[in-house]
């Protein structure tokens, strides 16, 4: 199971507001999957490398990944939105993935917009990355997706929001 996870390119000057470097969820969410046995994860940091579409396009397709993962703060939503557009043009198997702040507010927004999208993972993401990519590579994600609670799909083109976990168990935890 190969997963890549892409820092979309967009010199907005709105995304660089916090400076130029990558999200902080590619250190969270690869050691994640790493732990749970997924150690074929991969990173791509178009946004730090100034990396444009055509050479991106190459590059995932190169990578060959079974699900490719992007964020989005609100700035950035339209090139994150595109790298998944562009992993399905190229990977046509893949499983894409939306996840940040944009993602998690906007879902309703985002997967009618960008119905390429198969999933967004919503909230905090490192235990739904993790129960997502168990049931990718069990063959079985869009059968059992409306029990992975936290992330978000077009189901028969409408929005389905599996309940997020209570806020009380993330306080506590």
């Known amino acids: 199971m190969r997963i890549l996870f892409v820092h979309p390119d967009d010199h907005s000057g709105g995304a660089e507001i916090a400076g130029n470097w990558p999200p902080a969820g590619v250190a969270c969410l690869p050691g994640a ?7 074929d994860v991969q990173f791509i940091d178009a946004m ?10 190459r590059r995932i397709a190169e990578a060959s990944p079974d699900i490719v993962v992007t964020t989005a703060i609100t700035p950035s939503i339209d090139k994150a939105e595109r790298v998944l557009e562009m992993a399905r ?8 993935v939306l996840g940040g702040v944009h ?3 906007m879902s309703k927004q985002a997967l009618p917009e960008a119905p390429w999208i198969d999933a967004i993972v919503r909230d905090e993401g490192e235990e739904i990355m993790v129960a997502f990519a168990q ?31 209570p806020l009380s168990r993330l306080l506590t935890a």
């Open 103 to 105: 993602a998690t507010f």
């Open 135 to 165: 049931a990718v590579v069990a063959g079985r994600w869009s059968a059992v997706r409306a029990a992975i609670k936290g992330i978000a799909y077009l189901d028969d083109g409408k929005v389905s929001q599996p309940r997020l976990r």
């Open 48 to 57: 730090t490398n100034d990396i444009g579409d055509e050479e991106l396009k």
């Open 89 to 96: 043009e190229v990977c046509r198997g893949a499983v894409t």
């Open 33 to 39: 999957l790493e732990q749970a046995g997924f150690t």
